[in-house]
Protein backbone atom coordinates (compact mmCIF):
# COMPACT_ATOMS: atom_id res chain seq x y z
CA UNK A 1 0.00 0.00 0.00
CA UNK A 2 1.35 3.40 -0.92
CA UNK A 3 0.39 6.05 1.32
CA UNK A 4 1.38 9.92 -0.28
CA UNK A 5 2.89 12.78 1.57
CA UNK A 6 -0.28 14.54 1.39
CA UNK A 7 -2.44 11.72 3.12
CA UNK A 8 0.27 12.05 5.66
CA UNK A 9 -0.70 15.58 5.88
CA UNK A 10 -4.10 15.85 5.66
CA UNK A 11 -4.62 12.66 8.79
CA UNK A 12 -2.23 14.81 11.20
CA UNK A 13 -4.45 17.99 10.52
CA UNK A 14 -7.62 16.41 11.42
CA UNK A 15 -5.88 15.00 14.74
CA UNK A 16 -4.24 18.22 15.21
CA UNK A 17 -7.39 19.94 14.92
CA UNK A 18 -9.27 17.76 16.71
CA UNK A 19 -7.18 18.37 19.88
CA UNK A 20 -7.57 21.85 19.77
CA UNK A 21 -10.55 22.34 21.57
CA UNK A 22 -10.02 23.93 25.17
CA UNK A 23 -12.43 22.40 27.48
CA UNK A 24 -11.48 24.41 30.48
CA UNK A 25 -13.88 26.84 32.04
CA UNK A 26 -13.20 30.29 32.56
CA UNK A 27 -14.25 31.73 35.61
CA UNK A 28 -15.77 35.40 35.42
CA UNK A 29 -12.91 38.13 36.02
CA UNK A 30 -13.77 41.36 37.47
CA UNK A 31 -11.33 43.87 36.43
CA UNK A 32 -12.88 47.14 37.97
CA UNK A 33 -9.89 47.31 40.66
CA UNK A 34 -7.04 47.49 37.84
CA UNK A 35 -8.98 49.89 35.73
CA UNK A 36 -9.74 52.43 38.53
CA UNK A 37 -5.73 51.93 39.60
CA UNK A 38 -5.21 52.87 35.52
CA UNK A 39 -7.38 55.58 35.55
CA UNK A 40 -6.02 57.04 38.51
CA UNK A 41 -2.15 56.78 36.95
CA UNK A 42 -3.18 58.13 33.84
CA UNK A 43 -5.07 61.30 35.60
CA UNK A 44 -1.83 61.98 37.86
CA UNK A 45 0.08 61.62 34.24
CA UNK A 46 -2.30 64.53 32.95
CA UNK A 47 -2.39 66.51 35.66
CA UNK A 48 1.48 66.50 35.80
CA UNK A 49 1.75 67.08 31.36
CA UNK A 50 -0.73 70.10 32.33
CA UNK A 51 1.02 71.92 35.07
CA UNK A 52 4.26 71.70 33.99
CA UNK A 53 3.38 73.08 30.56
CA UNK A 54 1.86 75.47 32.69
CA UNK A 55 5.03 76.22 34.66
CA UNK A 56 6.73 76.78 31.00
CA UNK A 57 4.12 78.91 30.03
CA UNK A 58 4.59 81.33 33.00
CA UNK A 59 8.45 81.84 32.33
CA UNK A 60 8.12 82.02 28.83
CA UNK A 61 5.88 84.72 29.75
CA UNK A 62 7.38 86.36 32.35
CA UNK A 63 10.57 86.88 29.40
CA UNK A 64 11.14 89.39 26.32
CA UNK A 65 9.09 88.33 23.47
CA UNK A 66 7.79 89.38 20.15
CA UNK A 67 4.23 90.61 19.99
CA UNK A 68 3.00 87.70 18.07
CA UNK A 69 4.64 85.42 19.87
CA UNK A 70 3.38 86.66 23.44
CA UNK A 71 -0.16 86.61 22.19
CA UNK A 72 0.11 83.04 20.54
CA UNK A 73 1.41 81.91 24.39
CA UNK A 74 -1.27 83.93 26.18
CA UNK A 75 -3.58 82.20 23.73
CA UNK A 76 -2.29 79.02 25.02
CA UNK A 77 -2.02 79.66 28.76
CA UNK A 78 -6.18 80.98 28.41
CA UNK A 79 -6.92 77.33 27.42
CA UNK A 80 -4.61 75.30 29.72
CA UNK A 81 -5.86 77.60 32.25
CA UNK A 82 -9.76 76.36 31.03
CA UNK A 83 -8.57 72.81 30.84
CA UNK A 84 -7.01 73.11 34.23
CA UNK A 85 -10.43 74.10 35.93
CA UNK A 86 -11.09 70.20 35.61
CA UNK A 87 -7.83 68.07 34.63
CA UNK A 88 -8.61 65.23 35.19
CA UNK A 89 -9.06 62.68 32.14
CA UNK A 90 -10.88 60.26 33.61
CA UNK A 91 -14.23 61.78 35.43
CA UNK A 92 -16.96 59.01 37.33
CA UNK A 93 -20.20 61.85 38.29
CA UNK A 94 -23.23 60.69 39.63
CA UNK A 95 -26.36 61.88 38.20
CA UNK A 96 -26.81 64.50 40.65
CA UNK A 97 -23.45 65.92 39.54
CA UNK A 98 -24.85 66.87 35.71
CA UNK A 99 -26.22 70.17 34.90
CA UNK A 100 -29.69 70.23 35.84
CA UNK A 101 -31.05 71.79 32.53
CA UNK A 102 -29.48 69.41 30.12
CA UNK A 103 -32.06 68.58 27.15
CA UNK A 104 -31.73 64.92 26.17
CA UNK A 105 -32.38 63.93 22.90
CA UNK A 106 -32.77 60.31 21.44
CA UNK A 107 -34.10 60.51 18.35
CA UNK A 108 -35.94 57.19 17.95
CA UNK A 109 -38.37 58.86 16.13
CA UNK A 110 -36.36 58.08 12.97
CA UNK A 111 -37.81 55.04 10.99
CA UNK A 112 -37.10 51.60 11.64
CA UNK A 113 -33.26 50.85 10.09
CA UNK A 114 -34.35 48.44 7.24
CA UNK A 115 -37.85 46.99 6.16
CA UNK A 116 -40.16 46.75 8.88
CA UNK A 117 -41.48 43.63 6.41
CA UNK A 118 -37.98 41.44 7.04
CA UNK A 119 -37.95 38.46 9.00
CA UNK A 120 -36.01 39.29 11.98
CA UNK A 121 -33.05 36.70 12.97
CA UNK A 122 -31.53 33.99 11.59
CA UNK A 123 -28.03 32.71 10.21
CA UNK A 124 -25.35 34.73 8.64
CA UNK A 125 -22.73 32.18 6.77
CA UNK A 126 -19.72 34.10 5.96
CA UNK A 127 -16.83 32.57 4.18
CA UNK A 128 -13.00 33.93 3.18
CA UNK A 129 -11.35 33.10 0.08
CA UNK A 130 -8.19 32.60 2.12
CA UNK A 131 -7.38 33.08 5.40
CA UNK A 132 -5.18 35.73 6.16
CA UNK A 133 -1.29 35.83 7.39
CA UNK A 134 -1.98 38.77 9.06
CA UNK A 135 -5.28 39.97 10.43
CA UNK A 136 -3.02 44.36 9.31
CA UNK A 137 -6.01 46.02 7.79
CA UNK A 138 -2.71 47.53 5.54
CA UNK A 139 0.20 47.17 4.03
CA UNK A 140 2.25 44.12 3.57
CA UNK A 141 0.18 40.94 3.74
CA UNK A 142 -3.13 42.71 4.86
CA UNK A 143 -6.18 41.09 4.05
CA UNK A 144 -9.03 43.65 3.22
CA UNK A 145 -11.62 40.58 3.20
CA UNK A 146 -11.14 39.68 7.05
CA UNK A 147 -10.51 43.66 7.84
CA UNK A 148 -14.25 43.99 8.41
CA UNK A 149 -15.02 40.95 10.41
CA UNK A 150 -11.84 42.11 12.40
CA UNK A 151 -12.26 45.78 13.06
CA UNK A 152 -15.90 47.10 11.55
CA UNK A 153 -18.20 44.31 12.97
CA UNK A 154 -16.22 44.52 15.80
CA UNK A 155 -16.92 48.45 17.12
CA UNK A 156 -19.44 50.19 18.45
CA UNK A 157 -19.73 53.86 19.01
CA UNK A 158 -21.77 55.53 21.40
CA UNK A 159 -24.16 57.26 18.89
CA UNK A 160 -24.37 56.25 14.47
CA UNK A 161 -26.09 57.88 11.86
CA UNK A 162 -29.18 56.77 10.68
CA UNK A 163 -28.59 56.05 6.81
CA UNK A 164 -31.53 56.95 5.07
CA UNK A 165 -32.25 60.76 7.22
CA UNK A 166 -28.27 61.40 8.58
CA UNK A 167 -29.96 62.21 11.73
CA UNK A 168 -27.84 61.14 14.43
CA UNK A 169 -29.37 57.94 16.47
CA UNK A 170 -28.79 55.79 19.49
CA UNK A 171 -25.89 53.05 19.51
CA UNK A 172 -24.46 52.45 22.96
CA UNK A 173 -26.09 55.55 24.36
CA UNK A 174 -29.66 55.10 24.41
CA UNK A 175 -29.68 59.57 24.48
CA UNK A 176 -27.03 62.19 24.88
CA UNK A 177 -27.10 65.85 25.92
CA UNK A 178 -25.01 68.94 24.82
CA UNK A 179 -23.96 71.02 27.34
CA UNK A 180 -24.25 74.86 28.13
CA UNK A 181 -20.94 75.41 26.43
CA UNK A 182 -21.35 73.77 23.01
CA UNK A 183 -18.51 71.41 23.67
CA UNK A 184 -19.50 69.21 26.50
CA UNK A 185 -21.28 66.41 25.38
CA UNK A 186 -23.20 63.55 28.10
CA UNK A 187 -24.60 60.49 26.98
CA UNK A 188 -26.31 57.84 29.04
CA UNK A 189 -25.79 53.89 28.71
CA UNK A 190 -28.22 52.24 29.45
Given at each position: ????????????????????????????YDSAEERLKFEERYNEQVIKTLTTRQGELEELLSGDLAEAKRQDLEKEMRRL??????????????????????????????????????????????????????????????????????????????????????????????????????????????
Open positions: MRVSIHGIIAVLAVVFLSTCRDSRQWVPEKRLERPAFFERLEESDLPPDLDWTTNLDDPELGSPEAKKGGTLHYYFTAYPRSIRSVGAESNNSFRSVHWDDNEMGLISIHPNTRNVIPALADRWAVGEDGQSVYFHID
